[in-house]
């Protein structure tokens, strides 16, 4: 922080709503994700157990975002996404149909996404020394909800919070699960230049309210403590 205190940047200040009629990835086939909106959950009552409004005014659209850019001495490029006031940014996602499509025909593979979300913080820094760019975030989600049609399964009220929140004593602080990761271009064992993504941490527990096979829960699941680390992966064509 030392190398970019007092310096001048950009400030912008965000609202939006994104509509995406189709998103279509065709290699021999393709996979189509339709009627995509994200935008705010236009709702003050997201973890409702804690008893306070963490989003200020109700919007569905994606607001209350501040966003700095500095540039430290390095070189180095820091991207610094913030509320514009002492709440969290809510986030909805919703889509249609995630169909897979190819000579064969059509399979639904997923349907009625929808996911409402906050967002605490988050920071991208691109680092000229290593040529690395770093992403942090803080991020829970009150609820989600899916289905799997081609399963036969859908998922209701899945919440992800920090690992330390207590539903019984819930505190604002301890909400978050943090992710961080490292993104960057390494070669493959073919020396073939990839996409690496490194996840150095992500801490949270996961709580499905209803996991649905044809139509009727089958009950809940809880995931205590989950702990994703030291997780490598490369990306590249074939």
Known sequence: ??????????????????????????????????????????????FSEL??????????????????????????????????????????VTTGAWNLAGSGGSTTVMDNFRMDALIGSGTLRVDTATDTLNFRTDIAIDDMDFDVPFLALGIRDFQL????????APQPLRLFAGVDMDIYKARNAQSVDSLAIDLHTFEADIRIGGILVGGTSIGSVALDNLAITDTSMLIYGH
Do not use: H, K
């Not at 919070?161 to 019984?168: E, V």
């Open 1 to 46: 922080m030392g190398n970019i205190t007092g310096q001048a940047g950009v400030t912008i200040e965000l609202e939006t709503r994104i509509n995406i009629d189709r998103f279509i990835y065709t290699d021999e086939g393709s996979l189509e994700i339709n009627d995509i909106v994200v935008g705010g959950a236009n709702r003050t009552d997201m």
């Open 51 to 92: 008893g306070v409004n963490l989003v200020g005014t109700a919007s569905d659209n994606l607001d209350n975002i501040r966003i700095n850019i500095d540039l430290a001495n390095d070189g180095d490029a820091i991207i610094n996404l913030l509320p514009l006031s002492f709440n969290a940014v809510d986030l909805r």
């Open 161 to 168: 919070t920090g690992a330390d929140y207590d539903l019984q």
